[in-house]
């Protein structure tokens, strides 16, 4: 069973960076539109940053220009590189994505989610 991937969260200080990775778990699938949420202790799942099929990338105000997606067709694995981290920025992360492979559209996958803690 294909899943979704996620891995780079960690800890840092404010000011700071740090760069997520979400993939498929098996070869031959891929990435199609995604999107990047959040969610902290005691408050609701929000998007912070999203991809469409065609390549267009949107961002919740919050990322405030700090963050940004890219994505690796080799790899099939998309990225959020954060920067300038804050410590609102602490929560854990996951992946939400549609993929393809095998002549197949997979939807609303999720990812276990990955912990990001910023904190001096």
């Known amino acids: 069973q294909v899943q979704l991937v996620e891995s780079g969260g960690g800890l840092v200080q404010p000011g700071e960076s740090l760069r997520l990775s979400c993939a498929a778990s098996?070869?031959?699938?891929?990435?199609?539109?995604m999107g990047w949420y959040r969610q902290a202790p005691g408050k609701q799942r929000e998007l912070v940053a999203g991809?469409?099929?065609?390549?267009?990338?949107n961002y919740a105000d919050s990322a405030d220009g700090r963050f940004s997606l890219s994505r690796d067709n080799a790899k099939s694995t998309v990225y959020l590189q954060m920067n300038s981290l804050k410590t609102e920025d602490k929560a854990v992360y996951y992946c939400?994505?549609?993929?393809?492979?095998?002549?197949?559209?997979?939807?609303?996958?999720w990812g276990q989610g990955t912990q990001v803690t910023v904190s001096s």
């Open positions: 939400n994505a549609d993929l393809l492979g095998y002549g197949l559209r997979l939807m609303d996958y």
């Open positions: 991809l469409t099929s065609g390549g267009r990338t």
């Open positions: 098996k070869n031959g699938f891929s990435i199609n539109a």
